[in-house]
């Protein structure tokens, strides 16, 4: 009789995904935009050290605003304030965001933003520079957790993928506006442009909902469902109440109190942990972090005929076209399979980059007809990036945790790998100037590589599954 009963609803639920499968949900991508305003402010800040860490380093005090020539330790830690900030921030913010819930959260991260910005703009001295880069960097962890959190909660189980990866997408917006106006302009009003995302944000966010699995985890059942009716916009108002009556069902759990120790005592909750986690790793040390932060430095020191500003735009365009179009292939060819393509061919094109400097370190006249393949190299990194390591982390990481554990156990795998990517941003510059570029680009290939073999033998393929489908996944891996 129960399984009877099962079937019949699964019956139900494929006939509304049919239904909606025939119309363009396009409040929900609407919604999903204006959260991932706060994500282009993301990237704005993620590339903001590669146009300006020139200029910080210049004697010129028209476009150095500290007035002198900042150290290789001060570079360090330029780069790494922001990252560690974000970090240790994870863990309020999670709380926060449980607390107040995703819209409101996302809110306060933008006064935030707007705050930390506008001093560093006006900063003549670097120890404010360090501490307005730490506030920044906190409150980014905050608005890449609630956004992931939010556009996975308002997703449908057919778009979910397309969702992820549409806020993945915005980070090379944000970065390519950085490169852009980095060529163009001042320390100043370079920090200055990067508010514009996130005023934008707070002006359009009053008009989309707030998360109905939030709203129902706090047993506000009459918002939940007009937030739902919102979001589907179905002409048939059974639908929905169909779809609230399951969402409140697997929901159920979320009433419960959950903490950070939760994910570690229960079996699923770790495995999914441990898998997410894997596959951020490999993604930070894949290179990543390197090419977007130093792309200006590095190319300036490769010879090329562009400058690192140039190259930097070329960086920014190539991503922002791949990662549309990992929007696209993310539901249709599936994460695994786009996982395993991406990390090998990322590890190759470290692998040349590395040989290129290398070469180069060695004095070999070959390099001077060579000068055209470090840009070949870092664009076909961030093609292929884009389209595995760049966007189905992140989708992954919002897929596999139960509605109750979501937010915490995000936050404690961007926690985790934030401590890695704080290593690894602070460690590259020491690291290049110690042993060579050629040396860290190489650790970027072997690293890819030893994290192909992990990709292939314990992440699962999760497009087009519910998340009880996953959730029957992650058992059955612990019973191995």
Not at 162 to 189: D, E, K, W
Not at 377 to 382: A, G, K, N, R
Not at 403 to 432: E, Q, Y
Request: charged share 15%.
């Amino acid at each position: 009789m129960e399984s009877k009963k099962t079937d019949e609803c699964h019956v139900s639920f494929n006939l509304i995904n049919n239904t909606r499968k025939s119309r363009f949900p396009w409040y929900i991508y609407f919604c999903g935009w204006i959260a991932d305003l706060l994500i282009i402010s993301n990237g704005m800040v993620m590339a903001w050290s590669s146009p300006v860490l020139p200029q910080l380093q210049s004697n010129n005090t028209d476009i150095n605003p500290l007035g002198s020539s900042i150290s290789t330790l001060e570079v360090s830690l330029i780069v790494t304030i922001p990252g560690l900030s974000a970090t240790i921030a994870f863990s309020f913010w999670a709380k926060i965001i449980d607390k107040i819930g995703r819209k409101q959260t996302m809110r306060l991260i933008s006064i935030l933003l707007l705050c930390s910005l506008i001093t560093t703009a006006l900063s003549k001295y670097i120890f404010i520079y360090y501490i307005s880069l730490a506030v920044t960097g906190a409150s980014l962890s905050g608005g890449l957790l609630s956004v992931a959190v939010y556009n996975t909660e308002i997703a449908e189980e057919n778009n979910r993928g397309q969702l992820s990866c549409m806020m993945a997408t915005h980070l090379p917006i944000g970065m390519l506006l950085m490169y852009i106006f980095g060529s163009m302009t001042v320390v100043r009003n370079l920090t200055l442009i990067c508010i514009i995302p996130v005023i934008l944000h707070l002006s359009f966010s009053l008009c989309i909902p707030e998360s109905p699995v939030f709203l129902i985890s706090k047993n506000r059942l009459s918002e939940a469902s007009k937030a739902l009716r919102k979001l589907r916009r179905l002409e048939s108002s059974t639908d929905v109440d169909f779809e609230f009556k399951k969402l409140k069902e697997t929901s159920i759990d979320t009433f419960e109190k959950s903490s950070f120790f939760e994910i570690i005592r229960d079996p699923c909750a770790r495995l999914a942990y441990i898998l997410s986690m894997q596959l951020f790793i490999i993604e930070q040390f894949s290179g990543i972090s390197v090419i977007v932060m130093y792309v200006a430095p590095i190319f300036n020191e490769s010879g090329s005929a562009l400058s690192g500003n140039h190259v930097g735009i070329v960086v920014g365009v190539v991503k922002l076209l791949t990662f549309s179009m990992a929007t696209y292939f993310t539901d249709k060819l599936g994460r695994r399979i786009l996982l395993l393509i991406s990390t090998f061919l990322c590890a190759i094109s470290m692998f040349f980059l590395g040989l290129y400097f290398y070469l180069k370190h060695l004095g070999s006249p070959i390099v001077e007809n060579l000068q055209w393949a470090p840009i070949l190299c870092v664009v076909l990194y961030i093609t292929v990036y884009a389209f595995g390591l760049g966007s189905v982390p992140m989708a992954f990481a919002g897929e596999v945790f139960l509605d109750r554990l979501r937010v915490r156990g995000v936050a404690l795998v961007m926690i985790s790998v934030g401590c890695f990517s704080s290593v690894n941003t602070f460690c590259f510059p020491l690291i290049a100037n110690h042993f060579g570029l050629y040396c860290v680009f190489w650790i970027c290939s072997s690293t890819s590589i030893v994290g192909l073999i992990s990709i292939y033998f314990r992440i699962p393929e999760t497009r087009g599954k519910t998340f009880e489908d996953i959730q029957n996944i992650l058992k059955m891996r612990m019973k191995r």
